[in-house]
């Protein structure tokens, strides 16, 4: 679906983020042309908001952003939960448990669970697009099939442990 460039796990590498989101968006946007479904104003605001940063955002925080940017909007946090569920369902986001807030998925639309590496410093949330190997392995070493797996590691990226 996309490239290898945008696989990978950016969040605690310096990088030109202007370049990572417009990617990101237009990868987005592809996803819901081939897939033929509706990417709204409303939900293309939210996801830009989304991918702003490397840090993951509460529904209410997404709500206040829409509501400063346009004074005469003013809309209600259904609209917002709404416009997150259609992300969630279509894997352009993730919800990150652990933070009650929603991160930009870094491959819209992969397969797959999703494992993230949370900074307690920055705040900055990168995903991991390899899977939990010992998890997976184990789980079928015994017939057990994963449906739903959810990976928040917590700790301190480079930059943060040396302050
Ligand atoms: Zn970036
Ligand atoms: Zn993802
Ligand atoms: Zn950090």
Redesign the pocket.
């Given at each position: 679906m996309s490239s290898d460039k945008t696989r990978h796990c950016?969040?605690f590498e310096h990088?030109d983020?202007r370049l990572?989101?417009h990617e990101l968006l237009a990868t987005a946007r592809d996803l819901c042309k081939l897939r033929r479904l509706k990417l709204t104003p409303r939900r293309q605001q939210v996801l830009e908001i989304l991918l702003q940063s490397?840090q993951p955002m509460g529904a209410y925080d997404i709500l206040a952003q829409i509501n400063k940017a346009d004074v005469n909007a003013q809309i209600a946090p259904p609209i917002v939960y709404r416009a997150l569920d259609f992300l969630l369902e279509e894997g352009l986001i993730h919800r990150i448990e652990c933070r009650n807030a929603f991160i930009g998925c870094i491959d819209p639309g992969h397969q797959g669970a999703a494992q993230f590496l949370i900074c307690k410093g920055c705040e900055k949330v990168a995903e991991l697009d390899k899977p939990a190997s010992t998890l997976h392995s184990e789980a079928s070493r015994v017939g057990f099939v994963i449906d739903h797996s959810v990976v928040e590691v917590t700790g301190f990226c480079a930059d943060c442990q040396q302050k």
């Open positions: 950016l969040a990088h983020h990572c989101q490397h």
